[in-house]
Structure formats: structure tokens, C-alpha cells
């Protein structure tokens, strides 16, 4: 039953959608009644701006309707790599509900059951993603925001989880982590007394659902086998608080159940050779698992903010969960020759059964509490400070059973293998962070301002682990962990915000960053951001952005006194970004844009090629993508407007240089060279005043470099589409 | 030109530039003394036989008093607890009784030409209580002087056109598309009232593997709290205190009796750029067993525990490290993530 919940509640909102379209269609036949837009002297402020047709609005009694609906058909033509293409865009051919909205507002702002009733839909049909947005307001009383949304994806690439990677066939098979999944979710708040100063009630709740199927791997009797699974888990987040006023501190409340829970399964019946397919090497005959996990979180979070005498804002939050979770585990296999380092048993033989059963379960309570404060010392000076303390520990345990029937090819019985019973593995990981951050801002005039600040922080991590190795058919101990590690980073950042002219703005902003440990080499430890933007518009039509983006993050050159100026990490990114919008007339619309991504990683690594140690091997990352978009409406007559777009995406990667695993110290080079592009148009036909017609047309080009993976996935994709768009709404 | 020379030619660049603009916005300003100070909203200091009410300001400012008349600020008056106060035109534009008096433009308080903090302020005066917006005061917006009306109509009035897209339908009547924007008073819809300003993201939707943000799917706001927040980049929460991407990505939440670290104390963008990537699975780079050896490399008691020959040779089929360790965001069964 609960898990027609989220499918209920997306049909009751269509169905009260459908209805309220139906009345306002009905209704609508009355004449228009909305008055005459009048100018006022501030109207010139916004002169170029369009203004909503008053054509398209019709009455409902006491409300406007703006509404349309947009339904149509798109056919799809697929050329090369149809995994990719799935994977990348997943459209399919078929009906197709477009961008569709319906609007009941109250004419004076004050409506019966409701002031404004908003409804917007996309992506319905053949669209892989389909989004449906409520919102219910009678703002004296009551408030409702609704999503539901729902994805569809498609997931085959021969560049992930792919054997033959490295070997690059001359026909690579797809990866074997491919997927078709469905998931749907949505969000659904209601707020009671939403206005009121004193006292606000809201209830929520967000139900999640994911199902499908999926291929995965195993590594187990001394081989890797693929396997497809069925995922299922869904979750279900209840939400209930109360907002209010107590003398003059604004009290937030909230206590959410979240209640999660996976039935993911796996059964797989037939002969299974991995991908070692020898048959002397192990295979598996059958193959189930059935893997329950039951999670819940309870979650409170208390929030309080007040203004002392209009110059000190005082503000705190105190967030505290706890998750648990608890499972079982079940794998039953049969199959042929499993290797005698994993079982013992001499090969060739027969693995009648082997079985392991494994019950365990975590917990994390998590506490948050941060606390800010703003002095206004004076109209142009603020000082703040923020604080925050954050602590969780996670503790986990499970035992675990196992038992192989083993017998020999020779037909004799290999004596059964049983391991397990009080064998069991306990983990605890503990977290703390401290961090505060002190800043200022100044604002000179009205045309220029600046903030500067610092901030410090510590982070201490500790992590055991002790036990027995889950699963292991010779008891053996996991490797044991006992770690403690802290680190503390501090970091000073500042930036300004000016005008020089009334139509030129400039923002700008840095931070600089170090620590002095690292928990993980990639982080950002020590890092110098550097962003910078210009917005300029000459005229109320035409505009222009440049902004450019640095960051250097790198590791600590020194920890604990020994220099790792060869054990690095070094992440270097610039971004230049740039856009010009251009209105020149009422019926022409002009956006264009030109990004070019930058980025240069290398990090030091350890590794092993062709059975030979790299201990100072370095892998790099380089990305080189530039990026161009134009668009453009244009309403060739009263009757005809047209819309084209291109974007392109063409990354040049790591260029002409390649990668040397073998050398010394040896280099791992990759990037993602590829292009990605679409071209679209849209001529959209004003039949009558009820009725658009639309035929567009959609191009996708994908090509990558044979870099990549091993084999390219190129494709075409070539998708006309027609549509009718009804308003329902007086058109003149 | 090494980047650190590069870094320092910037900032010197952008110290000449703020010097400049200084300069420059002083000068300009000299024309607009009038205005260069902020005001503070104090309506204790007005007498309250000024005040007229919104119906008196219908006369002159009609289409912004009827675009006003449909939004949540208009019918405050009518609500209890919010009987005594100030409501409507002058809760923000001050008593109005000499200004329609005189038709005095200079006796009301208008926010032409106001710095971003200072109208700012006008609006935090109520909504500051607000969970949503507690910590406007010290977020990323307010530290860059982004302000209130930035993004925000006060009118409700449509004064920016919504641009047609992929998913959205354009036609004659395509400035007038209701969106969310009606109700949140949002001068234009998501997502492009954030990449008016965000452009650098705008390039990551357009990758192959991305979040459905231009699909309609999904909003900015869905994981970023536009009006600040304790949290780096002002994300939201999930489930209390948990990170954003865990409210879709449930099964990612655990807890796990074997934790990969990495997830819980620094977060999911250790491996992933969550805004769209050519790589699959909007990893960070495009190979994984790279991303992986970036942190299990071991030097100098620094790095994750790395993986050891033989049977770890990327020329193997072990290239691709989770093909065994499937589970690598967590697991209740193995402590390699292999089930």
C-alpha cells in the first residue's frame, strides 16, 4: 500500500489539474473583464520589458486564468552508439506532454478557497524526465507546495566497469555496471497559518522510489562475474514543525522520520563462465542474494533568531539525528571449480552449495549546532561571526555464517567448509569539527562595497575496526584499523563589489586556504580561489558578462616535518566565462555565450602495470572544454515566431600528450576529449486564438576521442517533433 | 607564466581594478550624495497619523498597486497578528502622507540607486525570522552585495522576460509563462534567473551526464539555499543534517557498518562534480581507477591504504576499480566493498 503512495498522490494532482482545467474552460466562455493596463511614470523603468499578453488571460468567476497546454508527437532517428545516446539524453519516440502550466490567481488577490492555485508540468510521455510543481496558496490560511518528479534512467557504457578496457577489442562489449532504473520522488508541504507572525504550522512529506533493473560484478571463487540484479529500495521523509514568535526571538522547529528500506535481489540461474571464461577457471551454475536493509532517521532541528535593538542579529541552530540501520544477508552458490586459495579444496570440483548469511546493523547520531552573529555598528560597518560544531559517530557490527559443499570430480565429498557463528567484525568511526569564521563588510557608498574575513577550523577523525573478515571460509581477522587523525586549516578571504558607472558592476573575490594534514590527498587544503565577474549593459536591450575563475588546490607541502613535495597533489582550474544578451526589438531576442574550461590535475600515485611497482607515478587529468551556446526568438509576424538554438561542448582534453605507465616513474594520463552538439529550431504557428501549432526540429552529435575507453561511442540523434499548444484562455 | 605568478598578477590586477572602480564610484558619487548613505527602515521614528495606506498610492501607481494586489505582501492587513503594524506600500516605502500631499518625490523613500544591503535590510526586517533566511546576513549573497531585489520583484510585477528554451515553449505569449516565479515573486524563473549570474555552471547542464536542472526536473534551489545558510556553497540539508544529495540518492545515506570515509567527512564532490561531467557517473576524472589511486597512494604515512600487486595491475580487467568494489559508497558485508 505504501508504496502506491507516491503514485496516488501524482494522480490526485492531475486529476484536480484536469479538473480545474475542465471548469476553466467551461467558465471561461465569459467575456474578459480584466481593466486596461494604465502608465504610470515608473512604468518607464521597465519599458523594454514584455509585458504578459493580456490575450492570453481569461476569467474564472472571481480568478484569471493563464493556462496552456501543450501535447504533440516526436519521432527519433538513432545512428552509432544507441547505449550512448540512451545514456546521455534517453528520448524516446512517442507522445510527449511539453511545458504545460495552468494559473488561477484571485483577481483582487483574495479568492475563495484558495488565492492562487499554480500549476506546472514537463517532460510527461516519451521524455525521460518528467516534473509536475503544485502550489496551493490561500495565504491567510494555508499554503501547499508540491513536486513530484520522476526520471528515467538508461545507463550502458563501454568506458565504465568494462573488462576489456584496457585491451581496447576491436568490438568492446558495453561496461558491465549498465542500468534501466526508474525512480520517482516528490515533495509535498503544507503550511497552516502561513502569514501568521506568531505561529506557523507544516506538515511534509517525501516519498522516494527506486526500482529496475541493473547488471553488477562479483569477485568471488577466483573470478569476476557479472550479474544482473533487480534494485527496489524507497524511502518515505515525514516532516512536521511549528514556526513562531516568542517576545521578539523567531522560533523554528522540526521534527522529520525519514523510514528507509531496500530489497534489492539477485537470482541469476545458469551457467555464469566470469570473465576469465577458461573452464578450468571457476563458474557459477546459480547464483541468489536477497539483501534487506531497514533504515530509519529520526531528526530534530531547533532554530532561533532575533534582533537585538536593530543592530545585533543573533542567530542559532541546533540539528540532531540519529540513523540506524539494520540487514540481512543472503548468497547461495552453486558452480565449478572454485579456486582451491578461496576454499581449500583441491580443483577440479563441484560447489554444491555455498552459502553465507550475514545479520549486522549501524548507528550515527550526528549533532550540529551553529551560531552567527551580526554586529550593525554602524550603517555602513558589519562585523559577524559565525560558529559551528558538528560531531557524529558511527558504529557498526554483523556476524556471519558460512557453510561450502564442496565434492571432487573424482565423485568423492571434500569435507564441508564452515566457518562463521560468533565471527563477527564492530567498526566505529568518530568525527569532530570546529570552525569559525570571523568577517566584515563595509559599504563605502552606493557604488562600492568590500568584505573580508578569516576563518578557522578542526577536524579530528578517529576510525577502528576490529574483527573477523566477513565471509572468509578460513576465519581470518579484517585488517585492523585504529586511526586518529586532526587537522586544522585556516583561511583569509576578501572581495569587493563596484560600480563605476550606473550600468557597470563588478564583483571580486579571493580566499587563500592552508592546513596542516590531510585526510584525503585530493582534498582542498591548501587552495587559492581567485573569482572575478563584470556585468555591463549599456542599454535596458543590451548586456554583457565576463567573469574568469581560478582555484590552485594542492596538498600540504609539509606534514609533521617531512617535506612532500614529491607526494603531492596539485589541481589547477581556470574559467573563463563570457555571455552578451541583446534585445534589439520587441520581436528579436539574441543570447550568446562562450565558456572555456581549463583544468590540470596531477597527483602522485603508487601503482603497479604489467606486475612492476610505480611508487612515484603520477596521474594526470586534463580537461580543455570549450563551451558555445547562441539562441534566439524571433517573431517574424504576428502569427510565426521562431526559436533557434546551438550549444557545443567540445573538450580537447590532454591534447597531443599520452601516457607512459611503463616508465619511471611513470605516467596514468586521461581526459575526456569529445564533442557534444545541438542544433534545434522551432517555428511555433498562431492558428486561432486557442490553438499554437509547433513543429521543431532537434540534432545531438556526440563524437569522442578514441582516448577514451575502447571503443568510440559516437552517435547521431535526429528528433523532429510536432505539437499543439491549447491555451485555455481568451486570445482576442 | 607559472600560475602562481598568474595568481598574483590577478590580484594585483584586481586590486588596481577595486582601486579604480573606488576611485571612480567616488567620483560618480559625488552626483548622488544624496543617496550614497544608507537608510535604515525605522518606522518608530514616523508619526503614525502619515500613514494612508496602499489605496491612497493606487492613484499614481497603478500597475505596480495591482501587480502588488496579487502577491502574499497585499493582504497582510487582514491577518491577526499582523493588525497595529505596518502593511502594504509603506511598510518599506515609509508614511506616504507628504509625499501625496506634495507629490514630492523626495518625500518617500524610494530605492532607486540604494546599495543592495540597504534594501536588503528593508526586506530582513520581517522576513530575517524565517529558517530560510536566518543567515541572509553572513551568506555568500550578501558577502558579494547580492541583495534582495537582485532576484526578488517586491511588486510582483514580471519586469524580466523568461527566455524560451529546449522545454520551454515559446511563442507570442511566451513572456507572460506563470512559473514559480509568480508566487516567489522572482523577477524570472529558475534556472535562469542563477545562470544570469552563475554563467561558469551553465556549460556543466550542457555535458552529457548532468542533473536535470534544464530539463525542468530539477531547480537550483533544490540543493542550494539562495538566501545563505551555515553551509559551504549554501547547500541545503537533508534529513537533518545530512548532505543534499542523499534526499534522492537515499541508498548513499547509511549508515553502513563499513564506511568509506571519504563520504561522510568530505562529502560527495570528493569524486563527483554534482553539476554535470562528460565522465561517467559526473566522476572527476574519466578513468576510475585514477580517481581512486589519488587518494590510495601511501607516502610518508599520508593516503589511504593502496592497493597491492599483483592483482591490482591496471592492465589487467582491474583497471576499473569498482568492477569488484561495487558497493564503494558503503557496505554492511564486505570490508573492500565488494557486496
Known amino acids: 500500500m505504501k508504496s502506491k503512495i507516491i503514485k496516488m498522490l501524482g494522480l490526485l494532482t492531475g486529476a484536480a489539474l484536469w479538473l480545474v482545467l475542465l471548469a476553466g474552460t467551461t467558465i471561461g466562455q465569459q467575456p474578459d473583464a480584466s481593466p486596461t493596463p494604465t502608465k504610470s511614470p515608473e512604468k518607464k523603468t521597465t519599458a523594454a520589458t514584455p509585458k504578459p499578453n493580456p490575450e492570453a488571460v481569461d476569467m474564472m468567476g472571481d480568478y484569471t486564468i493563464v493556462s496552456s497546454l501543450e501535447l504533440g508527437y516526436r519521432a527519433l532517428s538513432v545512428t552509432g552508439d544507441r547505449n550512448k545516446y540512451q545514456s546521455d539524453l534517453n528520448n524516446r519516440a512517442g507522445l510527449r506532454i511539453f511545458d504545460s502550466s495552468f494559473l488561477a490567481r484571485a483577481k483582487e488577490g483574495k479568492g475563495g478557497a484558495f488565492d492562487t492555485f499554480l500549476v506546472t508540468s514537463t517532460g510527461w510521455g516519451s521524455d525521460p524526465y518528467g516534473s509536475m510543481r503544485v502550489s496551493v496558496e490561500k495565504s491567510r490560511w494555508y499554503r501547499f507546495d508540491g513536486n513530484f518528479r520522476r526520471f528515467k534512467y538508461f545507463n550502458f557504457l563501454n568506458n565504465l566497469a568494462n573488462p576489456n578496457f584496457a585491451t581496447q577489442p576491436p568490438n568492446p562489449i558495453t561496461g558491465q555496471h549498465g542500468y534501466d532504473v526508474r525512480q520517482s520522488m516528490g515533495d509535498f508541504d503544507l503550511t497552516l497559518l502561513p502569514k501568521n507572525e506568531n505561529f506557523r504550522f507544516t506538515l511534509g512529506v517525501s516519498p522516494e522510489r527506486y526500482s529496475g533493473p541493473a547488471y553488477t560484478t562479483y569477485h568471488v571463487g577466483g573470478d569476476d562475474f557479472k550479474l544482473l540484479s533487480k534494485l527496489k529500495s524507497r524511502s518515505n521523509d515525514f516532516r512536521v514543525g511549528v514556526d513562531g514568535k516568542i517576545g521578539s526571538v523567531d522560533i523554528s522547529f522540526l521534527q522529520g522520520f525519514r523510514r528507509f528500506r531496500e530489497d534489492s535481489s539477485i537470482n541469476n540461474v545458469g551457467q555464469n563462465l566470469g570473465v576469465n571464461p577458461a573452464l578450468s577457471n571457476a563458474f557459477i551454475t546459480s547464483f541468489l542474494r536477497n539483501n534487506p536493509v531497514r533504515g530509519h532517521v529520526n531528526y530534530s532541528r531547533l532554530s532561533a533568531h532575533t534582533l537585538v535593538n536593530k543592530k545585533l542579529d543573533l542567530t542559532g541552530r541546533i540539528i540532531y539525528s540519529k540513523a540506524t540501520t539494520d540487514f540481512g544477508f543472503i548468497e547461495n552458490i552453486t558452480g565449478i571449480n572454485w579456486n582451491t586459495r578461496v576454499t581449500g579444496a583441491p580443483t577440479a570440483n563441484t560447489l554444491n552449495l555455498g552459502s553465507l548469511n550475514i545479520i549486522g546493523g549501524s548507528n550515527r547520531p550526528n549533532a550540529l549546532g551553529d551560531f552567527g552573529l551580526t554586529w550593525m555598528a554602524t550603517d555602513r560597518l558589519r562585523l559577524s561571526n559565525t560558529f559551528r560544531v558538528e560531531t557524529f559517530q558511527i558504529s557498526g557490527g554483523e556476524f556471519y555464517t558460512s557453510a561450502y559443499f564442496l565434492t571432487r570430480t573424482t565423485g568423492v565429498a571434500f569435507p564441508p567448509i564452515l566457518a562463521g557463528g560468533n565471527l563477527g567484525t564492530s567498526t566505529l568511526t568518530k568525527y569532530r569539527k570546529i570552525q569559525d569564521t570571523v568577517e ?127 607526494f603531492g597533489v596539485n589541481i589547477k582550474s581556470r574559467v573563463f566565462t563570457s555571455s552578451v544578451d541583446w534585445t534589439p526589438s520587441s520581436k528579436l531576442s539574441l543570447n550568446a555565450g ?47 515566431t521562431l526559436y533557434a538554438a546551438y550549444r557545443i561542448n567540445k573538450d580537447l582534453g590532454q591534447g597531443s600528450r599520452r601516457e607512459d605507465p611503463t616508465g619511471a616513474p611513470g605516467f596514468l594520463v586521461t581526459s575526456y576529449p569529445m564533442s557534444f552538439q545541438s542544433p534545434e529550431a522551432r517555428l511555433a504557428f498562431k492558428i486561432n486564438n486557442r490553438i499554437d501549432w509547433n513543429v521543431g526540429y532537434q540534432y545531438y552529435n556526440y563524437r569522442e576521442s578514441p582516448l577514451v575507453g575502447p571503443g568510440p561511442q559516437n552517435y547521431h540523434a535526429h528528433m523532429p517533433y510536432t505539437s499543439l499548444r491549447v491555451y485555455f484562455g481568451k486570445r482576442g | ?128 525570522g524565517r529558517e530560510e533566511h536566518n543567515n541572509f546576513r553572513r551568506g555568500e549573497h550578501w558577502r558579494n552585495d547580492i541583495g534582495c531585489t537582485e532576484c526578488h520583484s517586491p511588486h510582483g510585477e514580471s519586469t524580466e522576460k523568461n527566455t524560451a528554451g529546449s522545454n520551454t ?83 548513499k545515506q547509511g549508515p553502513f557498518v563499513f564506511e568509506h570515509a571519504p563520504v561522510k567527512t568530505e562529502g560527495c564532490v570528493s569524486c563527483h562534480t554534482p553539476h554535470g561531467s562528460s565522465n561517467p557517473r559526473l566522476l572527476r576524472t574519466s578513468r576510475v581507477s585514477q580517481l581512486c589511486l589519488e587518494c590510495h597512494s601511501q607516502d610518508h604515512g599520508v593516503g589511504a591504504q593502496e592497493p597491492a600487486g599483483p592483482q591490482h595491475n591496471l592492465n589487467a580487467q582491474y583497471a576499473n576499480c569498482t568492477s569488484c568494489h561495487v558497493k564503494i559508497h558503503g557496505s554492511n558485508s564486505s570490508h573492500v566493498f565488494f557486496r
Open chain 1, 594 to 640: 562562450y565558456n572555456y574550461n581549463w583544468l590540470n590535475s596531477d597527483a602522485v600515485v603508487d601503482y603497479f602495470y604489467l606486475a612492476v611497482r610505480h611508487p612515484t607515478g603520477h596521474s594526470q587529468y586534463f580537461m580543455r572544454n570549450n563551451f558555445f551556446t547562441v539562441d534566439a526568438v524571433a517573431h517574424l509576424s504576428p502569427r510565426a
Open chain 2, 1 to 128: 607564466m607559472s600560475s602562481h605568478s598568474f595568481i598574483k598578477s590577478l590580484l594585483v590586477c584586481a586590486a588596481l581594478v577595486a582601486a579604480i572602480s573606488w576611485q571612480a564610484s567616488s567620483s560618480v558619487a559625488q552626483s548622488a550624495k544624496p543617496t550614497d548613505k544608507p537608510v535604515q527602515i525605522k518606522p518608530t521614528a514616523y508619526i503614525v497619523g502619515d500613514y494612508v495606506g496602499s489605496e491612497a498610492c493606487k492613484d499614481c501607481h497603478e500597475d505596480q498597486f495591482r501587480a502588488f494586489s496579487h502577491t502574499s505582501h497585499a493582504d497582510l492587513s487582514t491577518i491577526g497578528s499582523w493588525k497595529g503594524k505596518v502593511t502594504g506600500c509603506e511598510a518599506c516605502h515609509g508614511p506616504g502622507k507628504n509625499h501625496i500631499a506634495e507629490g514630492d518625490p523626495t518625500k518617500i523613500i524610494s530605492f532607486k540607486n540604494k546599495p543592495s544591503k540597504t534594501i536588503s535590510e528593508t526586506c530582513l526586517a520581517c522576513h530575517a
Open chain 2, 169 to 251: 515553449f515559446v511563442s507570442a505569449a511566451n513572456a507572460q509563462k506563470p512559473g514559480f516565479s509568480t508566487l516567489k515573486m522572482l523577477k524570472v524563473s529558475e534556472p535562469q534567473l542563477c545562470e544570469g549570474c552563475h554563467s561558469e555552471v551553465k556549460h556543466q547542464f550542457n555535458q552529457p551526464f548532468h542533473h536535470k536542472v534544464l530539463e525542468g526536473a530539477m531547480k537550483c534551489t533544490d540543493c542550494h539555499n539562495a538566501h545563505g545558510g551555515f553551509e559551504l556553497k549554501q547547500t541545503r540539508l537533508a534529513t537533518g543534517a545530512d548532505a543534499a544529495c542523499v534526499k534522492c540518492h537515499a541508498d
Open chain 1, 440 to 566: 566584515a563588510d563595509y559599504q563605502f557608498n552606493n557604488r562600492f562595497s568590500m568584505h573580508a574575513g578569516y576563518r578557522y577550523g578542526t577536524r579530528h577523525i578517529q576510525d577502528f575496526r576490529s574483527g573477523a573478515n566477513p565471509g572468509a571460509l578460513v576465519p581470518s581477522a579484517v585488517p585492523l584499523i585504529a586511526e586518529d587523525e586532526t587537522n586544522h586549516t585556516q583561511a583569509v578571504f576578501g572581495g569587493f563589489k563596484a560600480r563605476p558607472a550606473n550600468n557597470w558592476t563588478i564583483y571580486f573575490d579571493a580566499e587563500r586556504g592552508s592546513a596542516d594534514n590531510v585526510f584525503t590527498r585530493v582534498g582542498n587544503y591548501n587552495h587559492t580561489n581567485v573569482r572575478a565577474k563584470s556585468r555591463y549593459a549599456p542599454t535596458k536591450k543590451l548586456s554583457f558578462n565576463l567573469a574568469v575563475i581560478t582555484r590552485n588546490n594542492s596538498n600540504p607541502s609539509e606534514i609533521g616535518g617531512v617535506s612532500l613535495t614529491d
